[in-house]
Nanobody
């Protein structure tokens, strides 16, 4: 599975961006998809995840009410709509695919995209 993330960029605080992650594999619809981010000098952290069916969605507390994850299995693509962006959202955002462990907000093993940089200016 190859994942290609896109949609990052520079935006002012309060603005919006939509990230996309396209998968090349035929089994996209069987994977739980997730978004993680890594800010400079920090560890990678969980942002959002959506189950293979779209029936279960998870967010980290800091983005609830501002970010929305969705998927289009026909297009092999997962999205992250980010609204009301804050400077602390600045990070490289990565998409991930495989079985998501909801209790730990992690993947045991995952396919990862290359990352897309989001910079939010104050």
């Amino acid at each position: 599975v190859q994942l290609q993330a896109s949609g990052g960029g520079l935006v002012q605080a309060g603005g919006s961006l939509r990230l996309s992650c396209a998968s090349s594999g035929r089994t996209f619809s069987t994977y739980d998809m997730g978004w993680f981010r890594q800010a400079p000098g920090k560890e990678r952290e969980f942002v959002a995840a959506i189950s293979w069916s779209g029936g279960s969605i998870y967010y980290t507390d800091s983005v609830k009410g501002r970010f929305t994850i969705s998927r289009d299995n026909a297009k092999n693509t997962v999205y992250l709509q980010m609204n009301s962006l804050k400077p602390e959202d600045t990070a490289v955002y990565y998409c991930a695919a495989d079985k998501f462990l909801a209790t730990t907000r992690k993947y045991e093993n995952a396919y990862w995209g290359q990352g897309t940089l989001v910079t939010v200016s104050s």
